[in-house]
């Protein structure tokens, strides 16, 4: 089970969806919902995508394992239980994740007997985060510069967001710009 928040997903997380494909049977791609973060899209906006650009993978991968994408709201671990999932995959980009990582895979494994498995990032995805992407829409004029880090979907999903002057957006753009000058 790939488990995340994917608000929005990436590419980085397309990367490790589609490693993850050739290493396991089956994946779940687990869409939560971060009790801590505000969301930029719906639970029900971030699987659709998620949804719509797997399959478009899958179509272009059909030798690998399926995947499922599902929704879950409380702890992972029960989720993953509850799916009978065996390991989780997980993307690690830096140090910073690593270490982040290892301490949540440790207490996986010790509080739910589940297993985590790496992949590391390909430099390309190194340094995207759905932070960083969330920063660039709500501060960028041309949202066309997340080309190289989102599915054109996302762009477009982003740019309504932005047209619609969403709420995280506006606040985001208000802690760089509190004057609103720029």
């Known amino acids: 089970m790939f488990p995340g928040s994917f608000d929005p ?11 993850g494909r050739r290493l396991f049977d089956e ?7 971060h009790p801590g973060k505000e969301s930029l899209f719906s639970p029900e906006e971030r699987v659709e995508m998620a949804a719509a650009l797997v399959a478009e993978l899958v179509r272009e991968e059909p030798g690998a394992a399926p ?18 999932a065996t390991a989780l995959l997980r993307g690690v980009r830096n140090l910073s994740d690593l270490q982040y990582e290892v301490q949540q895979a440790v207490t996986n494994r010790e509080v739910a ?16 985060s759905s932070s960083l992407i969330k920063q660039i ?31 995280l957006l506006e606040r985001l753009k208000a802690d760089v710009d509190p004057g609103g000058e720029g």
């Open 27 to 33: 994946l779940i791609v687990a869409v939560g919902r």
């Open 67 to 84: 995947v499922k994408v599902r929704s879950f709201a409380g702890l992972t671990v029960d989720f993953a239980r509850s799916v009978g």
């Open 137 to 167: 829409t709500a501060m960028g004029k041309d949202l066309t510069a997340l080309s190289a880090m989102v599915p054109p979907l996302v762009v477009e999903r982003l740019k309504a967001k932005k047209e619609g002057r969403h709420p």
């Open 9 to 19: 997903i990436t590419y980085g997380h397309l990367d490790v969806i589609r490693r």
């Open 113 to 128: 007997n589940l297993e985590t498995a790496f992949v590391v990032a390909g430099q390309t995805f190194a340094y995207t």
